[in-house]
């Protein structure tokens, strides 16, 4: 465990725990969610690598679905099973489009791994709980929170 580990756990802590939020369910394009860290471990991308294999396989599902991984789907879908877990993708709103995921950054990550390079034109919607805050003094200071632990989890600070 480093100093980010440390920012990290302190991140989500005050996310979670300390400052007052509802949670709402809506649908993001995958290009606008980012992780709150890197996985550099070597068994997250074994996994990443294997749901990517499987979101691939599985988009004939996807299409049918309109282009839409919704929690019911991957609670039901035999080929999306990989993609289960026991927390549910969990985002914060960035500002200007852009989103970082709280939970579910493995998931989120192989996604684009399996459709990045699909172009522009291709897009995949996500179902994802939405981090809302009781006013903006409190989501400007998740914010800030937020992009100083990507920055000690090695982000470049124009990343965040």
Do not use: W
């Not at 302190?10 to 509802?22: A, H, P």
């Not at 649908?27 to 070597?42: G, M």
């Not at 396989?57 to 999306?80: W, Y």
């Not at 709103?93 to 998931?107: F, T």
């Amino acid at each position: 465990m480093d100093r980010s580990d440390i920012v990290l756990a302190n991140t989500v802590f005050m996310i979670k725990k300390r400052l007052q939020s509802t949670q709402v369910k809506k649908f993001f394009s995958f290009k606008t969610l980012s992780p709150i860290h890197p996985h550099t471990r070597e068994t997250s991308d074994e996994k990443q690598n294997l749901r990517a294999a499987a979101a691939i396989k599985a988009l004939p599902i996807i299409q049918k679905h309109g282009m839409r991984i919704s929690e019911a789907l991957t609670d039901t879908e035999p080929a999306l099973d990989v993609f289960k877990s026991p927390t549910r993708i969990e985002v914060i709103d960035m500002g200007g489009g852009k989103y970082v995921s709280m939970e579910g950054n493995g998931r989120v990550e192989a996604l684009k791994r399996a459709f990045m390079n699909k172009g522009p034109e291709f897009d995949l919607m996500i179902e994802a709980r939405l981090y809302m805050f009781e006013d903006e003094k409190s989501l400007n200071k998740v914010r800030e929170l937020v992009r100083k632990c990507r920055i000690a989890k090695g982000f470049a600070p124009h990343e965040c």
